[in-house]
């Protein structure tokens, strides 16, 4: 007789193992990219609806507050987009001179960041109207966040994807037997 295991579920072997991680992996993948697709719409139609709201708008607290959402959900959807293209295209290796042209964009862009957040640091215990200090706590939350995007652009995507001359030089003679020097010096 056997038993409710033995009777309900087969036996897998290597091989259903292998194809139903696979095909979940697939799913899985599949599934992100729906989801990252329907964001990029849901992130669109938010900003067509504050646009529309914002024609009329008169206050300007109101007014800024909501057009920096606007404009940060233009932003999610350029980055939702650019997650789905990291998910379904191959990156393209940098060269040394695109390396050297996006690190000093974002070193500079770090470095004005740091002085941003350096004055409005300065600038806030200073300011008595309620109003404008949660606007520029407000900037200087966000000059926070583009400070640490910006140095892991630097550190993750630019270095991850960047292969440089000294990079070609050392996969060149990594494996090659005695590096040139006679008898292996």
């Known amino acids: 007789m056997q038993g409710f295991r033995e009777k309900h579920f087969r036996k897998l072997d290597e091989s259903d193992r292998k194809i139903g991680w696979e ?24 900003v067509d609806s504050l646009e529309k709201a914002l024609v009329d708008m008169k206050n300007p607290a109101v007014k800024g507050v909501l057009k920096g959402v606007s404009l940060d959900s233009v932003k999610h959807a350029e980055l939702y987009t650019a997650a789905i293209t990291l998910l379904t295209d191959v990156s393209t290796a940098l060269t040394q001179e695109h390396l050297d042209e996006h690190r000093a964009l974002v070193e500079k862009h770090i470095a004005i960041e740091s002085e941003l957040i350096k004055k409005l640091e300065a600038m806030l215990p200073n300011i008595k109207n309620e109003k404008v200090e949660f606007l520029l706590n407000a900037i200087l939350n966000d000059e926070r966040r583009h400070h640490a995007m910006l140095k892991l652009v630097l550190d993750i995507i630019v270095h991850g994807e960047t292969i440089t001359e000294a990079d070609w030089w050392k996969m060149l003679w990594e494996n090659v037997p005695f590096h040139g020097a006679p008898g292996g010096g």
């Open 23 to 46: 095909e979940k992996m697939e799913k899985k993948k599949t599934d992100l990219l729906d989801f990252l697709k329907n964001q990029v719409v849901i992130e669109k139609e938010i």
